[in-house]
């Protein structure tokens, strides 16, 4: 009897944690940054250089990403999320996250778009460097 209370208020306490958890606002917006269209969600400031790395993971990004994520990683309203954002720092979103949800699809957790399909046809060796792209981004813009 003891564990059937035990197991209800557990599962109380993580329906009221999931009711009541924030949903991120997006970055504040500074007059130094750039965004691609109305639907941008945050303004980026794009680094002077990308390593060569980086540069690959751009343009994979902008074949496979922006569509949803917009260009420079800014998300779209509506649509998906901004990836320059500190819900999406290292230490919170390793690289191994980025790897899962390309490949294997996330549900939504941080944000209220709906869940992210699986990319298709993208190999891992094109998410480390769409990874390079995201995170030199985020540096940009003070997110380490």
């Given at each position: 009897?003891?564990?059937?209370?035990?197991?209800?208020?557990?599962?109380?306490?993580?329906?009221?944690?999931?009711?009541?958890?924030?949903?991120?606002?997006?970055?504040?917006?500074?007059?130094?940054?750039?965004?691609?269209?109305?639907?941008?969600?945050?303004?980026?400031?794009?680094?002077?250089?990308l390593?060569?790395?980086?540069?690959?993971?751009?343009?994979?990004?902008?074949?496979?990403?922006?569509?949803?994520?917009?260009?420079?990683?800014v998300?779209?309203?509506?649509?998906?999320?901004?990836?320059?954002?500190?819900?999406?720092?290292?230490?919170?979103?390793?690289?191994?996250?980025?790897?899962?949800?390309?490949?294997?699809?996330?549900?939504?957790?941080?944000?209220?778009?709906?869940?992210?399909?699986?990319v298709?046809?993208?190999?891992?060796?094109?998410?480390?460097?769409?990874?390079?792209?995201?995170r030199e981004?985020q540096?940009?813009?003070?997110?380490?």
């Open positions: 009897m003891k564990l059937l209370y035990f197991v209800g208020a557990t599962l109380a306490v993580a329906a009221l944690s999931y009711a009541f958890w924030p949903i991120p606002e997006p970055l504040e917006q500074n007059a130094a940054t750039v965004s691609e269209s109305d639907t941008a969600l945050v303004d980026v400031l794009l680094p002077d250089t390593s060569a790395n980086a540069q690959i993971g751009k343009s994979m990004f902008e074949a496979k990403c922006a569509a949803c994520h917009g260009l420079n990683a998300g779209q309203d509506g649509i998906a999320p901004p990836l320059v954002h500190v819900i999406y720092e290292p230490n919170h979103h390793g690289d191994e996250s980025f790897q899962r949800a390309a490949t294997l699809g996330v549900q939504a957790h941080h944000w209220r778009f709906g869940d992210m399909p699986p298709e046809g993208i190999t891992r060796g094109e998410v480390t460097m769409i990874i390079a792209y995201i981004l540096r940009a813009n003070g997110i380490n």
